[in-house]
């Protein structure tokens, strides 16, 4: 009876831990709030004005402030609810002004709304913890999954610091993964309908949506026959419940007309290939080369200047071809289509998942003006099957710390460079040691010899140079004072190289999980 007592006990401490880990994470969180804020923190304060105060015919043609809106619908109608209970905080936060305003009220309002809004990714991660097979034993594998992805260093530093709401974002999109993997096809194609319509940067995935989904629910499998059916019934469904979303979002906009105007602010057509701080991408590497052709080459005057201007704004290619919109589209479609043929062959939510961090860093890696925040829509899918296997584990540890290393940058003040740095590792011991243990359990239980730091040299030379570039990070300023560039050129390319090996090995992950889940 003692012994039964005891281990009820033990158990009931067990399921009490991550709910501890979750109020840890929110009182940090809630800590943060007097840190950095970007100007997306004027961003979305002036977004709160804008649908609060006009009427939807003017909300994508109002230009009193630079921070125009330019997410859709779903997303403005998000900060117009927002807004409600902003006016009872402080009314002139709702104000309408080219001048940004943050009255400490307005500071803690706008920074609770991410903490809160945050709990649309906790709550989907853990939905999709509860859907996985757990594996007896300690650590438990849910455990894991939840922690490393819901603490993500990555996150804190966007949202809870930088300002932003990504976490309420991928946490739709986990949502729909989770209907994925429970076999709700219907309710995961209409979440992820309504996740395009809160931001568009999602469309990338959406080839891979249409692939499974035309195949996994529209060609049921006819378990009689052994073969796949085109199903009528669904299709019509699926279609009709994508085209009600999209009616929703656009539908009272084409009613006052304002179709083209939201169009116009959601596909803006003079940003250039890269962003003034370069993402971690294919094109770091690219725009990195072309400047040491140029510097080995020595060029004119002119050039030079190009050189300086693609620093600090759009880059201007001077040796190697510019590269167009088109060029990335075809690209980065062409790096999709593999996988998409892999998931079209074998449509299985285990494969479905890999599929998804592959396709998202395919975007990544090749898109035009990818900002390097996107790097979250990677890193977090990509923690959801981080215990799958040693490799699945090796590939998002590394992935994880590249990533979130690349987006130290964006705190670029005094008070935040030792907080920024301590994020990133502790978050990456953090899950190194979470997913160590996992792995120990796992070849303990199956007598098999694995370990996470097969490949040891390899990753420890290329950590050792990502701490080496983080060094100079912070001695530039009193050795090269005259570089303000060098930083953000390192880590844009030094981490582009391990984003571009990141994506080499996702895709010998997806082929891994279609092997096994043929079997």
């Known amino acids: 009876m003692g012994g039964a007592a005891a281990d ?25 709030m007097p840190s950095y804020r970007s100007t997306d923190f004027d961003v979305h304060r002036n977004w709160l004005a804008i649908t609060s105060s006009l009427p939807i015919s003017q909300w994508y043609t109002e230009s009193t402030s630079e921070w125009t809106l330019d997410y859709p619908p779903f997303f403005a109608w998000f900060e117009y609810v927002l807004a409600q209970f902003a006016g009872l905080v402080d009314p002139a936060m709702l104000v309408i002004s080219a001048e940004p305003y943050a009255s400490p009220l307005t500071i803690v309002f706008q920074r609770l709304s991410v903490v809160v809004t945050d709990f649309m990714l906790i709550v989907a991660v853990a939905l999709y913890c509860r859907s996985m097979e757990n594996d007896s034993g300690t650590p438990s594998n849910r455990f894991i999954v939840l922690v490393v992805t819901i603490t993500n260093a990555g996150l804190i530093i966007v949202d809870h610091i930088h300002f932003q709401y990504n976490g ?6 986990v949502l729909s993964v989770y209907f994925i993997v429970k ?13 395009l319509n809160f931001k568009h940067i999602f469309a990338y995935v959406a080839p891979l949506y249409f692939v499974y989904l035309l195949r996994h629910y529209c060609f049921p499998l006819d378990r009689h026959a052994k073969r796949r059916r085109f199903s009528l019934q669904n299709f019509a469904s699926l279609g009709a419940s994508v085209i ?55 060029p004119n005057a002119s050039g030079m200047q190009s050189v300086t201007r693609g620093l600090i704004g759009d880059i201007h290619h001077i040796v190697l071809p510019a590269v167009s919109p088109t060029t990335t589209v075809v690209l980065t479609v062409a790096s999709m289509v593999p996988a998409l043929i892999s998931v079209w062959r074998c449509p299985r939510p285990s494969v479905f998942v890999s599929a998804l961090c592959y396709v998202t860093l395919c ?10 925040k996107a790097v979250l829509m990677v890193t977090i899918p990509l923690g959801l099957i981080a215990t799958n296997s040693v490799d699945h584990a090796r590939t998002y540890t590394f992935l994880n710390l590249v990533g979130n290393v690349s987006l130290v940058p ?13 994020l990133v590792f502790a978050h990456s011991a953090l899950a190194y040691q979470l997913l160590v243990a ?43 004072p005259a570089m303000q560039f060098l930083p953000l050129m390192l880590i844009s390319v030094y981490c582009g190289i391990g984003v571009c090996f990141s994506l080499l090995q996702l895709f010998r992950l997806h082929l891994f999980d279609v092997r096994r889940s043929e079997k």
Request: one cysteine or more; glycine letters at 6%.
């Open 438 to 480: 996992n792995v120990a359990h796992r070849a303990a239980r199956f007598r098999i010899d694995v370990s996470l730091t097969e490949w040891t040299l390899p990753y420890a030379v290329y950590v050792a140079g990502l701490l080496a570039v983080l060094v100079v990070t912070y001695v530039q300023p009193l050795v090269l």
């Open 168 to 173: 309420f974002l991928l946490g739709i999109l």
């Open 8 to 32: 009820a006990d033990a158990w009931q401490c067990t399921r009490l831990v991550p709910w501890l880990v979750v109020l840890a994470l929110t009182c940090f969180k809630c800590l943060l």
């Open 244 to 298: 009600v979303v999209f009616g929703l979002s656009f539908g009272p906009f084409a009613v006052v007309q304002q179709i083209p105007s939201v169009l116009g602010r959601l596909f803006p057509v003079k940003r250039g290939l890269t962003h003034a701080y370069w993402a971690p991408n294919f094109w770091s590497l690219y725009n990195a080369l072309d400047r040491a052709l140029i510097f080995a080459l020595k």
């Open 363 to 372: 975007s990544f890696v090749f898109g035009w003006h990818v900002h390097e």
């Open 183 to 195: 076999g709700r096809d219907l309710a995961a194609g209409i979440t992820f309908a309504m996740l």
């Open 410 to 422: 964006l705190l670029h003040e005094p008070l935040e460079a030792v907080v920024r740095v301590c």
